[in-house]
């Protein structure tokens, strides 16, 4: 992204370590600043937990019962989900300032929180996917409508896995 921006990634109740790892990890991947969590599920599982790109030493991962306390002014509350109403993430302009919040693995939203969102966007899908492939459609839906001109092959080169040193053929 060209300029500052703030993105907080908020979890409401998750149970699954597995699935807030790989959200640590979509964080990490898309430059999120935050992860806040709340509940007490995720606390009694976090054993388990499988954050295998050590996000959490770049990504503070926070237990918050409120997950939108202290959060600056121009912090705009995005929730995704699918409630009637709600904006589908294809239309939907993201803010340059914004806390993301998911519902949890096996339920959603209560009406409360949503209803104190700036915003409420879903991925138009059939079905619903789980709470680790949501936030990383969200995050690439934000990545890809704020880049600017992007150096393909310096973006490869600097992402890729050390032992792949795949090319592309030139094609006539």
Known sequence: MTTESTVIIGLYNPKSP???????????????????YNGVRYNRAVKLQTDTKKVKSRIEL???????DNLSDDV??????????????????????????FGPEDGSLPQQVVDQADHVV???????????ATANVVLYDRLAKTLGDIDDQQQVIANRDNRNRLKVKSRP
Not at 62 to 68: G, R
């Open 122 to 132: 879903y991925v138009p899908t059939n079905g619903c996917m789980n709470l680790a």
């Open 18 to 36: 597995a699935n807030v790892g790989a959200v640590m990890r979509a964080a990490g991947c898309y430059d999120a600043t935050q992860v806040r």
């Open 62 to 68: 926070v237990n918050s019962d409120n997950l939108t």
């Open 76 to 101: 705009k509350i995005v929730c995704v989900e699918l409630a009637v109403g709600a904006t589908s993430l294809p239309e939907f302009v993201h803010p340059q300032h914004a806390i993301y919040v």
